[in-house]
């Protein structure tokens, strides 16, 4: 019982100690916070001491700074004001001298209208009479020298004109270079073995006749190996032959059917083909805007020749030429070009109606909208129409600077080729005939009749009135043989 007392009061007196001691420290570190907490603050009063002396030394040197400044200004302000008030001083002395001046020169002019006044007075001439009498006395001492004079300047300018005409077209002939060589009347064929020679003759000639009939082209097979000759003055004819030959070769089959089917296709490419080459030759010009309907004239004169001389080359060789002079001249380059370009255009289509190829030209520009000055430039390179500007003497200089190149035209050829278009015409300008081909160098035209038109002695009397005809408008060497053919077809079906 003692014994659990003594435990209860022990117990008493140790929790009593603790307690006391816990106050004690808790009292300390408040004390030792509060400590703390005046610290910082007197720290932070020091530093807000510190900034503010640094705001206060920063708030006068601005102030300084701002000073100085307002003294400079002031400074300039002053030096302006003076600086104005020289110039109002020195305005006022200029004029003053300006109006002493003017005060003088009226008074100068008073003076020479005194003196002429007094001239004329001395002299019976008013100002205009006397002018006139000194001029006409010059002229009359001085007549001989002064119309020397002019004939030396015009000379001289003369001279000089044409020695930079001469320098602008050699230099673009020197600039623009390209071979020529004048267009042959025959094309050459390759077989793959003479055999096939056998074939297109076809038995009794069938086959050659009807090739030669759809084409119009003369086809020579002699002793050449594996090779055959196309002979025609027209190159579009020649074309199509080879192209239907090189079909039927192909193919293997050569009969007068697969000969009319092949002939077609073959008029059919090259149609495509010449829309090709028409724009290939606009697009190595950098026109592209022409209508389609011009570039297929264009591309026509791919198979043209003028005096055995490709018309479409020399036609982009005008083209070149021009571009280069226009610029030399400052013309318009565009219009020069595509004068140059088009102006023989009309050819495509001259040997299919009437007119002359530069009027044929006109009418085929004006009807795609193709600009005026354009066709200004064209008209003029045959002089049929007047020089309408100064385009159109660029075009006609390069049309003769073209042909006359060296090699470029042969005149003998281009005679004999127009004997060769003027026979077709002949025997085409007469009723019932289809189609007419002169052949065998112009010895020989053959004339295909409409079987329904032209009875067989109908065809006679045809090839004597061809004959007669030829005879009274044509000069050739030698004969002309006149071939009328007139063939029937009777086709029948059996059902």
């Given at each position: 019982m003692l014994a659990a007392i003594l435990g209860y009061f022990f117990r008493r007196l140790t929790a009593t100690y603790s307690i006391n001691s816990a106050e004690q420290k808790a009292k300390l570190e408040i004390e030792s916070a509060k400590n703390k907490a005046e610290q910082i603050v007197i720290e932070a009063k020091n530093k807000a001491v510190g900034i503010l002396e640094e705001l206060k030394n920063e708030e006068k040197e601005r102030k300084l700074q701002l000073s100085r400044l307002e003294e400079r200004l002031i400074k300039k302000d002053e030096s302006l004001d003076n600086k104005e008030n020289d110039l109002k001083r020195q305005e006022n002395e200029i004029e003053k001298e300006f109006s002493a001046i003017k005060e003088k020169t009226n008074q100068l002019g008073e003076l020479k209208q005194q003196a002429i006044k007094k001239l004329e007075e001395v002299a019976g001439l008013n100002r205009e009479e006397a002018k006139n009498r000194l001029f006409k006395s010059l002229e009359e001492?001085?007549?001989?020298?002064?119309?020397?004079?002019?004939?030396?300047?015009?000379?001289?300018?003369?001279?000089?004109?044409?020695?930079?005409?001469?320098?602008?077209?050699?230099?673009?002939?020197?600039?623009?270079?390209?071979?020529?060589?004048?267009?042959?009347?025959?094309?050459?064929?390759?077989?793959?073995?003479?055999?096939?020679?056998?074939?297109?003759?076809?038995?009794?000639?069938?086959?050659?006749?009807?090739?030669?009939?759809?084409?119009?082209?003369?086809?020579?097979?002699?002793?050449?190996?594996?090779?055959?000759?196309?002979?025609?003055?027209?190159?579009?004819?020649?074309?199509?032959?080879?192209?239907?030959?090189?079909?039927?070769?192909?193919?293997?089959?050569?009969?007068?059917?697969?000969?009319?089917?092949?002939?077609?296709?073959?008029?059919?490419?090259?149609?495509?083909?010449?829309?090709?080459?028409?724009?290939?030759?606009?697009?190595?010009?950098?026109?592209?805007?022409?209508?389609?309907?011009?570039?297929?004239?264009?591309?026509?004169?791919?198979?043209?020749?003028?005096?055995?001389?490709?018309?479409?080359?020399?036609?982009?060789?005008?083209?070149?030429?021009?571009?280069?002079?226009?610029?030399?001249?400052?013309?318009?380059?565009?219009?020069?070009?595509?004068?140059?370009?088009?102006?023989?255009i009309g050819k495509a289509i001259d040997h299919e109606t009437t007119g002359t190829h530069v009027e044929l030209g006109r009418k085929i520009l004006k009807k795609y909208g193709v600009d005026e000055k354009v066709i200004q430039a064209m008209q003029s390179h045959h002089e049929e129409y007047p020089f309408a500007s100064p385009e159109s003497f660029i075009v006609t200089a390069v049309d003769a600077l073209s042909a006359a190149r060296p090699g470029a035209r042969r005149d003998s050829v281009e005679n004999y080729l127009q004997r060769l278009e003027n026979l077709e015409k002949i025997a085409t300008g007469f009723e019932g005939v289809k189609n007419a081909y002169a052949i065998s160098a112009g010895r020989e035209i053959r004339v295909f009749v409409t079987p329904e038109k032209i009875d067989d002695f109908g065809a006679l009397q045809l090839a004597r009135n061809i004959a007669a005809k030829i005879e009274s408008e044509l000069k050739y060497p030698g004969e002309i043989k006149v071939n009328v053919v007139r063939e029937v077809k009777a086709v029948e079906y059996a059902r």
């Open positions: 001492l001085y007549r001989e020298d002064l119309a020397i004079a002019l004939q030396k300047q015009e000379k001289e300018r003369k001279e000089e004109i044409e020695k930079k005409g001469l320098e602008i077209m050699i230099t673009a002939l020197h600039r623009y270079a390209r071979s020529h060589v004048a267009d042959a009347t025959t094309s050459s064929v390759n077989l793959p073995n003479d055999d096939i020679k056998g074939k297109i003759i076809g038995r009794e000639g069938r086959n050659i006749k009807t090739l030669e009939k759809l084409t119009g082209v003369e086809i020579i097979i002699d002793e050449t190996p594996e090779s055959l000759t196309l002979s025609s003055f027209d190159p579009f004819r020649r074309e199509i032959a080879k192209m239907a030959l090189e079909k039927l070769i192909k193919d293997g089959r050569i009969q007068p059917a697969k000969i009319e089917e092949k002939v077609e296709e073959a008029r059919q490419e090259l149609d495509k083909r010449v829309g090709e080459i028409g724009e290939a030759a606009a697009y190595e010009l950098k026109i592209l805007d022409l209508p389609k309907e011009v570039l297929y004239l264009l591309g026509r004169l791919n198979y043209r020749t003028s005096y055995g001389q490709n018309v479409l080359i020399h036609s982009i060789e005008m083209a070149h030429l021009a571009t280069m002079i226009a610029q030399e001249l400052g013309l318009d380059v565009e219009a020069a070009k595509r004068g140059a370009l088009l102006h023989d």
